[in-house]
């Protein structure tokens, strides 16, 4: 099996513990895809799903032993809490298992760019002031999610695109949804953009994107409950979004749709 090699992986809202994680391919990316150091940036167990019902099948189980292995195997492993593992945020800079816990971190990339790597829930205004609008949005998102999976069922049985998402379709229909990812951006680079820095990496909102406002690098890693998207940086630098399939057939045919910026 070819294994893709980088310098640095970041990936985020994992949301382990939640029977919305996509663990199967989360596990498929762990395993095709190395690298010297590999961000984890928060939201990866999901305690508030975990406070309402204990969920924990074998593969998230997996999912963990996969890091943890990685992190003993010599990669730099750094764990970035979100709002939704928020609890972990009182052990910064505490090591657990060769995997280290920082709330937030610079990134030099090998060309010299500089990134702060934060979750970004900092930044978004209902998540910080208004937690329990945050749950309840939670709770609808998770309910979008068994909906879409319920369609893509009956889609592939029409012999319809089974890869039809509901979440997405209303982030991008819904006039207050587009409003509201386009208000989180724009909170962080202003905050930002004048501290000497060339970028954020950053999750929560579930949405991957590489964009570039005002010369500042805006970089979010989406998620692996609906796109399964993850950044990467090649050795010369480069940074990507990878968002990962996989192959209906061997494991040896697993692609990947790049989206790339110099």
């Known amino acids: 099996m070819a294994i893709n090699i980088y310098r640095t992986i970041w990936i985020s809202d994992l949301h382990l513990g939640s029977t919305q994680c996509q663990a199967d391919m989360l596990l498929d990316f ?6 010297e150091k590999l961000y984890l940036v928060g939201d990866i167990i999901d305690f508030w799903a975990l406070s309402k019902k204990i969920y924990w099948p074998r593969d998230h189980n997996t999912v963990i032993q996969k890091i943890l292995r ?17 609890n972990i945020r009182q052990y910064d800079n505490y090591v657990f298992g060769d995997i ?6 610079v990134h030099t990339t090998s060309d010299g760019k500089q990134f702060l790597i934060v979750h970004g829930d900092e930044y978004d205004t209902i998540a910080k002031c208004h937690k329990w609008m945050a749950k309840l949005g939670s709770e609808g998102y998770d309910f979008l999610i068994w909906v879409n999976r319920l369609l893509r069922v009956i889609r592939r049985w029409l012999g319809m695109q089974s890869s039809f998402s509901l979440a997405a379709y209303i982030k991008f229909k819904v006039k207050n949804v587009v409003q509201f990812i386009s208000d989180y951006e724009e909170s962080i680079v202003s905050t930002l953009q004048h501290q000497g820095l060339n970028g954020v990496i950053c999750g929560h909102i579930h949405h991957a994107e590489i964009k570039n406002i005002d010369g500042f690098l805006y970089i ?4 692996f409950v609906e796109s399964c998207t993850a950044i990467v940086e090649h050795f010369n630098g480069k940074l990507e979004l990878v968002a990962w399939s996989k192959a209906q ?10 989206v790339s910026v110099e």
């Open 70 to 86: 990685k992190a003993r195997h010599g990669t730099q492993v750094i764990y970035i809490p979100g709002n939704h593992d928020e």
């Open 220 to 223: 979010n890693t989406g998620d």
């Open 249 to 258: 057939t061997e494991m040896t045919e697993n692609h990947m749709l790049k």
């Open 100 to 105: 280290v816990v920082k709330n937030t971190d």
């Open 30 to 35: 762990l395993k095709c895809n190395d690298s």
